[in-house]
């Protein structure tokens, strides 16, 4: 059975990154941004930007229960569920991603390029990713360490529990970043959370630029006002915010750069550094073997 | 002269050409006739199609790669046109699910995604999205000596009573080692899936009964639990979107039948909301607060 052949255009827009890295910051800046109230955006609701490993949308649009099916099969279909749900919207589709880039078959890639206007792939100094993931995951950051380095590392893949969204395969912090940012079948634009911390407005609009909706200055810093780390973190401290894990106490934490400093020893410093080291010079985060961050 | 084997299920007689044994034996003559054989390869005039399925009025197809693919017309045939030599548990896995979703739907019937326990003289489906515990809260109530009526799709007739399933509730391995049942002998679902079938003759009620309550199950980010009585177009939406495959409904052009059915039983029950912490899964609290807040 084959997908009816209306024409495929490319709508969605992937906002992929790593955990802890600005990719929900962000989803909350593009919801105010593209909302006509004069009021903050609620963070309890970013429909605009719906999760790509959601259980709910592939059983719906699939017409099977993923729980009665593999993870490999759950991912040959994928593809076709972002297709058809590319096929039915005439709007804009914002997703938000953690998995990797990678072949599903040998045929398809997990998102499809025929579909895909492009990817905003968030990334972030992985010794601060490591401090914030394991606050998040309400683990010790020692433990954390062996996840940043696994290259097997993944979400939702135990196969004897329905867990609530689909398997999502990261691969260790290097691989994830490497395998959105090589891909050459969908146009990319990185954005380092420091810029978008030290050089928000420039950052912001960048992205902006690059997904391709008409905005003004005024727009961009009105949504940047509505989405500041004040106002996010009052409204968890409010109301929660239902994508926090159960066992950590806030999502919305400090969001600093170089918070690492404060908990991480040289050890542990060091086994970050010694795994990741291309991929933090590429992007700035090295220089020689000292952090810049 | 084909082999056939009758039998009774969601208040509907069954005939069928190859064995199903998960259903209950029965005689008479059939409402629904499930047969092997060819099937469409494309349907005329697609009102709805997903992935893996196509809907038009009064047909569905469905395919399962390398398991089945399963046609279902009228509210009264479904062929099943499988890959493999026989027809083993994983062809019926999906008949009995989204194929017979399909055909209580063509049957103006309204299917709910999740299970039914017997309090009193009444039924309670417990709904709500996949991973949120309707199985396994179905399946601890069964553990303490409650009937069940069906497990994962219970159907509400036109009398607006829950009609019975068949006597089987699909329960994943950690929740399976938290409960006290027969662990040997239990079946996975799938050879890659460790979801096992488990049976449940003693503790299963095999008459209608009237609907009572629909408990819709939330999950939140922290401690304790809660409910709220939905009323209003609150009540109205939380049942459409836990109707089984609800996006089936357009395709099979049964928006009317299902807004009637709905209409009609929606005052003669209650809907809840009731939200439990993500983890731990406390079947045992979440079961108290249940009887004690609900089922009083």
Redesign the interface.
């Given at each position: 059975?084959s997908?009816?052949k209306k024409e495929q255009i490319k709508n969605i827009i992937w906002l992929a990154s790593y955990p802890k890295s600005g990719n929900t910051w962000f989803r909350v800046f593009l919801t105010n941004l593209l909302s006509d109230s004069d009021v903050p955006s609620n963070i309890n609701d970013l429909t605009e930007t719906s999760i790509s490993s959601s259980?709910?949308i592939f059983?719906?649009?699939?017409?099977?229960?993923?729980?009665?099916?593999?993870f490999e099969?759950i991912d040959?279909?994928r593809p076709?569920?972002y297709r058809?749900q590319s096929l039915e919207s005439e709007e804009l589709l914002f997703k938000k991603v953690h998995d990797k880039f990678y072949y599903v078959d040998d045929n398809q890639v997990l998102f499809p390029d025929e579909i895909s206007k492009g990817v905003i792939y968030f990334i972030r100094n992985p010794l601060d990713v490591l401090v914030s993931f394991a606050y998040h995951s309400a683990r010790p950051t020692e433990k954390m360490i062996s996840v940043l380095n696994n290259p097997e590392y993944a979400f939702c893949d135990?196969?004897?529990?329905?867990?609530?969204q689909l398997r999502q395969i990261l691969g260790s912090w290097s691989d994830h970043v490497k395998s959105w940012t090589k891909q050459t079948m969908i146009p990319v634009h990185i954005i380092r959370y420091e810029d978008m911390v030290n050089n928000t407005f420039e950052s912001f609009s960048k992205a902006v630029k690059f997904i391709g909706i008409e905005k003004t200055e005024a727009q961009i810093k009105d949504a940047i006002g509505k989405s500041d780390f004040s106002v996010l973190s009052a409204q968890e401290k409010e109301d929660?915010f239902?994508e926090?894990?159960?066992k950590s106490k806030s999502f919305f934490r400090k969001g600093k750069i170089g918070d690492w400093q404060n908990h991480l020893d040289e050890k542990m410093k060091n086994e970050i550094i010694t795994n990741h080291k291309d991929v933090m010079m590429k992007y700035g985060y090295l220089d020689d073997h000292n952090p810049v961050f | 002269m084909v082999e056939a084997f009758t039998y009774k299920a969601f208040g509907l007689i069954i005939k069928s050409e190859f064995e199903i044994p998960e259903l209950l034996v029965f005689e008479g003559s059939p409402d629904v006739e499930i047969k092997l054989g060819e099937v469409p390869k494309q349907l005329k005039d697609i009102t709805k199609q997903g992935v893996k399925y196509q809907a038009a009025k009064n047909e569905f197809l469905l395919e399962v790669d390398h398991i089945a693919k399963y046609y279902v017309n009228n509210g009264r045939q479904i062929i099943v046109d499988t890959v493999k030599t026989t027809v083993d548990k994983e062809v019926r896995l999906f008949l009995l699910g989204s194929a017979f979703g399909a055909l209580f739907l063509q049957r103006g019937l309204l299917p709910v995604h999740g299970s039914t326990i017997k309090f009193g003289d009444s039924a309670t489906i417990f709904t709500g999205l996949s991973g949120v515990g309707k199985s396994s809260i179905a399946a601890y109530f069964v553990s303490r000596g409650y009937n069940a009526l069906a497990d994962d799709i219970s159907v509400v007739n036109h009398n607006l009573k829950v009609v019975p399933g068949f006597p089987n509730i699909k329960i994943w391995n950690d929740v399976l080692q938290k409960l006290d049942f027969n662990k040997e002998s239990l079946a996975e679902i799938r050879p890659n899936v460790k979801k096992f079938q488990v049976p449940i003759n003693d503790n299963y009620f095999n008459e209608p009964l009237p609907l009572k309550n629909i408990i819709i199950i939330n999950t939140k980010n922290s401690p304790g639990f809660e409910h709220e009585e939905l009323t209003g177009i609150k009540k109205f939406n939380a049942i459409k979107n836990n109707t089984y495959r609800y996006r089936f409904v357009q395709g099979l052009e049964k928006q009317l039948d299902h807004f009637q059915i709905l209409n009609k039983l929606l005052p003669e029950i209650k809907v809840y909301r009731v939200t439990r912490p993500q983890s731990p899964l406390l079947l045992n609290e979440f079961a108290d607060f249940i009887l004690n807040n609900i089922i009083t």
């Open positions: 059975m997908i009816a259980r709910k059983d719906e649009y699939t017409g099977l229960s993923s729980s009665d099916l593999t099969e040959r279909m076709d569920v058809m135990k196969n004897d529990k329905l867990q609530n929660g239902k926090k894990m159960i | -």
